[in-house]
């Protein structure tokens, strides 16, 4: 088996993703990004695919959010896509009340010449969740499009917040 039997075809996904981008008028070109993440709709399905995904990455962080675990990997390979590679991948755990389907759910951006308040002004228009964006550790905007692949802009990188998180502990 590959990753892509795994996790699902993230090509196809971020084609997606940056048509959702082109259409919205959000230009990421000078953004990194930065891991994508996957949703499982059951623990049973979150540990399988965790347990599973040990063959291709290292798990680097684990923590709970929203009552719920979220796990965080550094891929043996990167994920090439166009002339990107994205090294992080992160697997949810669904969450009470969670209403969402099975894979690839959302990728992530650090933005570096805009906050993420002034982010979220600039698109208002959008539908956005902010529900996480004064959050001290990983603040984030998330951008919702009606295909199910998200998008969220942070201010810091995964390996920014995992390091910040562990000196917290």
């Known amino acids: 088996m590959n990753i892509v039997n795994l996790i699902g075809n993230y090509i196809e996904f971020l084609d997606i993703v940056f048509d959702n981008l082109v ?3 959000i230009d990421v ?5 930065d891991h ?9 399905s979150y540990q399988e695919t965790s347990n599973k995904l040990l ?4 798990i680097v962080h684990q923590k ?3 009552n719920r675990p979220v796990d965080i990997y550094l ?3 990167s994920l090439v896509y166009k002339d990107r590679e994205v090294d992080y991948f992160e697997v949810l755990a669904p969450a009470e009340g969670d209403r969402f389907k099975e894979g690839l759910e959302h990728c992530e951006f650090v933005l570096t010449d805009i906050g993420l308040h002034d982010f979220a002004i600039k698109y208002n228009h959008l539908r956005l969740n902010l529900d996480s964006i004064d959050r001290e550790i990983g603040s984030e905007v998330g951008v919702l499009f ?6 969220k802009f942070k201010n810091q990188t995964m390996k920014q ?4 998180e562990k000196r917290l502990m």
């Open 36 to 44: 994508i993440a996957y949703r499982a709709v059951t623990l049973e």
């Open 23 to 25: 259409n919205a008028k």
């Open 29 to 33: 070109s000078k953004y990194d990004l």
């Open 75 to 77: 891929l043996n390979e």
């Open 64 to 66: 709970i959010i929203r």
């Open 161 to 164: 917040i995992i390091d910040l």
């Open 55 to 58: 063959s291709y990455a290292k």
């Open 146 to 151: 009606e295909n199910g692949a998200n998008v």
